[in-house]
Each structure stands twice: as C-alpha cells, then as structure tokens.
C-alpha cells in the first residue's frame, strides 16, 4: 500500500528549502552501508539495513549515514511515494546508487506532487538505475549545481512514464526544473541558475514513454544567465562529455533530446518514435502554434548525434530530424534514419551565424510535409558540410544562406511537385560537387551533377536496406572521396566513394534505368513542374 507520507529528504543533506543546514553527516571510511526498502513486506519497525529486514516506507529509514558507497535499495514489485532532495557526493570508484532488489516488475517511486521524483543538487558520483519513475503531475530527475560542479552522474536502465503528456500551446518552461518542463531529465535549465556545469554525465538504456519531453541537457550561457543576449555577452560554460546511449522515447508530446550549452556531448544508438506530436496543425489565422523537433542542438560545441532512429514528428512549426540552433559550432549529424518526419532539416542560426557544422551519411525517407533548409535568416552556416545523405521523397529543399559550405555526394529526390532552391551567388565560396538529382530539375549551382535514376537495390521504401545500390547503378565509384568517416550509414568500412550514403561496392540486383524517351518525358515534367511553383510564389 503507498504510503500517506510524503517524503521531503531522503538521501539528504538539505531540507524543503535548499540551502538550509544538512540533516546527515558524511561518514569518512570505505565500509558501504546498504538500506533496503519493501512496501509490500517490509516493516518500519525494521532497521532497513539487511535484505531481511527492509523497511517499509521512506519515512521508515532511520540514523541514515550517507558516504561513498551507500545504497538504498527498493524491492523490485513495490511502489513508493518520492518527492527527494539529495546533496551528497560518491566518489569515482565508490559512488552513491538508488536502485532496486529482488524479482518482479521494476521498483516505482513516484509524487503525485507538482515536483520531481528526484533532485539530485550539487551531488557527484550518484548512480540511478533499474527503477520505474512517474510523476503524472510533475517530472522525473532534476539535476543542477548551485555550490559546486558536477561529476559522474549515471542514470541508466531507468523506466519514465506518465509525466504530464497532454497537448500544450507554448513551449514548455525549460527554466525551472523537471517538473516545470514536464520532462524526464532536466539538467540544470536555460537559464541556468549558476555557473556550475554538470560533467561527464552518463544517461543509458533507458525508455521515455508517455512523456511530454525527455533529457534537457543545458549548460550556462553567461554571467546575467540571459540567453536572449547580443553575440558580445556571450560567455557559456559548457557542459562536458554527457553521453546519451542506447535510449528508446516514443509517444510524447514533445522533445526526447536537447543538447544546450555542451561541450563534446554524444547522442547515440537512441530511437526517438511518434515524438512531438503536439502542434500538428497551423491556427485559424495560419500560424504556427509553437516549435518542437526531436533531437536538436542549441549553442553547443563539438558534439555530435549519431545512429538515431528519429521519426513520425507531427509539430508543424519544426518537426525536423536536423536542427542547429542558437549559436552551435562545429557540430555533427551522421548515420541518422530519419523518416515519416514533418521536414529532414531546418537550422535556426542568430547572431554571426554558425560555424563548421556537419551534416552526413544520414538517410531521410518521406519527410516531406513541409520546407526543409540549411539555414534560416541570413546569418547563416558558415563552412558547413553537406555530404553522402540520401534523401529521398522529401518536400522542396532549401540550399540557402550558406556560405563556404560544401555540399557533395548527395541524392536529393523530391516528392512529386516539390523544387530545390538555392542561391545563386559565387561570392559566397560555396561547392556543389557530384551529387544526384532525381524527379527535380538539376540546379543551376550544380550544373555537373547526375540527373538519373540512382539504382536503389529495393523498392520497399521501409526498409533501409532498399538504399544500397545496385552493383550497376550509375553512382558507385562516381563520388569524391570525403575524410572524416571510415563507415557508411550501415556500419560497413568505405570502399567506393559513391553518391549517398551507401558506400559499398554494389548489390547484385538489376540496374533499371530510363531510356531516352522516358527521360525526356521526365525532364519537361520537371521543367513545368519548376515553372509552375515560381508563378506560385510570385502571385501568391
């Protein structure tokens, strides 16, 4: 049965308040302590700290001495009220772990409350694992820095469901905690409330699922902690190596993943499914309700997303697979499967733009019910690199506001009707080189490239298989040979430099390509199809 008490500090060394005086003194030796929680067969009259004689509740715990090492274990099959503050640090080798024992069904802790489940403030070394969390009126793990920086925080094989997974009409509060944000993890918030960051991070194996958002990542954007600020009062302090692996969200409301404010962050092996699904259709006076996309970076640095699933967003206004936002440099998407999505890319960049961003090997399918595009307003990418993506049935896609940029080994295939648009001005340094047009009129930037048929090795466009290509298509070998990588979107070692981002030597199935008639046909499809969109937007 759930307790009726509500648990105000376990694990602790604040009160309600923070920064009040610590309840518990850390013990200074090696010994681990072990506290066992039951709420089926325990007992508050037990002492907590042998495997047969757990307590109940939280509440039943008692002369609690918190060192390296500690860790409070509840029974796997039980369900358990918490709202918790922790202040406390493990160390390296020893860190501080709540998890849980036994057989059965994972461990739920729980708040009915408007707060998280979990605070974790100023702690370093503290292990989270294999438990369910929920809070259907609040939010999972909040974890910040007011005092002191972060270390070695690990969450992983970790349950979130049931947080707050209704329809907005805003962007959710990222500034004030979990709960405020309707997320699964909040790290520290934009913006920050100090200038502490929280580093080396681990979140792994866990499941997002019928939650709003799931892992805000944020760092401190400068002094006034305004982010909204000119390009001059810019001073971050990033957030350093947090590692997001092999995490699966679906059926949310909004976002699963945000890189904000981080230095050399890793998103990878992660699916994100049926995510922002709020905000799927324009108001009556045809605007766009607010933004969301699934993955996406703001102002960080040298961070990548990698081998992600991310599809089936709905939010109208972003919707995207790609997104560089706020400031972000020399940042990398490579190996993503994007698919059924609202676009493939829409990059935000403000100030003087953004710089050395990548895109690559990345395989985008059926994005296509809106615009995408490089980069919106004229700030622009700078020296951003476009390379071996297979982009297929996409809606019209946007080559604009770039400059040093480089843009190579690409198949673009638009849907039906759908154009390419491009600037045209050679003062802006920009290479287009050996890429594939298809069911599009080839531009005028690009005037060398392929307009044929690329030979896919399937025709089951669900399957990802079906973009190797043929032994025989055209673009094998036909490719420049671009550094960086040593594998293609399928995990196999490079050994052609193709056209997309299968780089293999070939599929032995039947090459079937246009004959000349059919060709031309095509071409003056396209051609009217191209004409027809200009007037479109001329009279529009």
Known sequence: MRTAKKLLCILVAVSVVFGSVGLFAYAQDSEKNYYYIDSVS?????????????????????????????????????????????????????????????????????????????????????????????????????????????????????????????????????????????????VKGLPAKSRYAV????????????????????????????????????????????????????????????????????????????????????????????FTAAMWFWGSVNS??????????????????????????????QYIYSHDNVRFMCNCPNHSGHHGNTVRYCLSVNDNKARSTTAVGAQGEHDFSFYNNTIVNCGEFQFKNLFNSYIVNNIIIPVDGATFAYDIDASRGNVFENNCYYNVMTPLVDLGAMNTVPGFAGTDYSDVNSF??????????????????????????????????YSGTGVDTEY?????????????RNIFETLWHEIYVIFD
């Open 42 to 186: 325990g007992d508050d009259s037990n002492s907590g700290t042998d495997i047969d004689s757990p307590v109940k509740t939280l509440g039943g715990l008692k002369n609690l001495e918190i060192k390296p090492g500690t860790h409070f274990l509840f029974k796997n099959g039980g369900e358990y009220e918490c709202a918790a503050t922790l202040t406390c640090n493990g160390t390296k080798d020893n860190p501080i772990v709540i998890s849980s024992y036994g057989d059965g069904k994972k461990a739920v802790l729980r708040t009915d409350e408007r707060k998280e489940v979990l605070r974790l403030f100023d702690c370093s070394y503290i292990t989270v694992s294999n438990l369910h969390i929920k809070a259907p009126n609040g939010g999972g793990i909040w974890v910040d820095t007011y005092n002191q920086t972060s270390e070695g925080i690990v969450i992983e094989n970790v349950l979130f469901e049931d947080m707050q997974n209704y329809q907005v009409h805003s962007r959710d509060d990222f500034s004030n905690g979990a709960a405020a944000a309707r997320a699964a993890v909040m």
């Open 199 to 290: 580093n080396n991070m681990t979140i792994r194996n866990c499941e997002v699922y019928n939650c709003a958002n799931g892992f805000m990542l944020w760092g401190s954007w400068n002094d006034e902690q305004a982010p909204w600020c000119e390009e001059e009062d810019i001073d971050p302090i990033y957030n350093k190596g947090m590692l997001v692996e092999g995490c699966y969200f679906h059926e949310m409301d909004a976002e699963a993943v945000v890189v904000g404010i981080c230095d050399g962050a890793l998103v990878t092996h992660c699916r994100s499914i049926n995510c922002c699904q709020g905000g799927a259709e324009l108001l009556e006076n045809g605007e766009v309700d607010y």
């Open 304 to 333: 990548t997303i990698q081998y992600c699933e991310i599809a089936g967003q709905k939010n109208i206004g972003d919707g995207m697979a790609v997104d560089f936002d706020s400031y972000t440099h020399n940042c990398t998407y």
């Open 468 to 501: 190797m290509l043929s032994k025989d298509s055209p673009l094998i070998g036909a490719g420049s040979a671009v550094g960086g990588v040593d594998k293609d979107f399928y995990e196999n070692p490079i050994e052609s430099n193709n056209i997309g981002c």
């Open 512 to 524: 079937k390509g246009e004959n000349i008639f059919q060709k031309i046909i095509r071409m003056i």
